[in-house]
């Protein structure tokens, strides 16, 4: 059984800086492709990173570029989302995701629908 698990998320002011991490077990970490989403009330969710299987391919939001970084720990079996410069429209709860499949060496943001592992989220709360 796949299980991810993420943390990390905090209510902070604008400008400020959060790491959030999510845990993965049940499945050969190093050969999916991971991804980040989130989902704003009343919004639908929506795509912000990913990182294919090897490491050597990042994707981003439009929204997010030059302010958030994902990476991949194989040794520990973790993904970390590195988000500065938050602002209030950052605000919503965020998702960790792995691919369906391993071994996907494309990009993600056109191809969301490859993510069939979900974590439970955790919320970010950005004020102005």
């Known amino acids: 059984q796949v299980l991810l698990v993420e943390s990390g998320g905090a209510s902070v002011p604008a400008g400020d800086s959060l790491r959030l991490s999510c845990a993965a077990s049940?499945?050969?970490?190093?050969?999916?492709?991971l991804g980040w989403f989130r989902q704003a009330p009343g919004r639908e969710r929506e795509f912000v990173a990913s990182i294919n299987w090897s490491g050597d391919g990042t994707d981003y939001s439009t929204s997010v570029r030059d302010r958030f970084v994902i990476s991949r720990h194989n040794a520990n079996n973790t993904v970390i989302l590195q988000m500065n410069g938050l602002k209030p429209e950052d605000t919503a709860v965020y998702y960790c995701?792995?691919?369906?499949?391993?071994?996907?060496?494309?990009?993600?943001?056109?191809?969301?629908?490859?993510?069939?592992?979900w974590g439970q989220g955790t919320q970010v709360t950005v004020s102005s």
């Open positions: 995701a792995a691919d369906s499949r391993a071994y996907y060496s494309g990009t993600y943001s056109s191809f969301p629908s490859r993510f069939g592992y």
């Open positions: 049940g499945l050969a970490f190093s050969t999916y492709g």
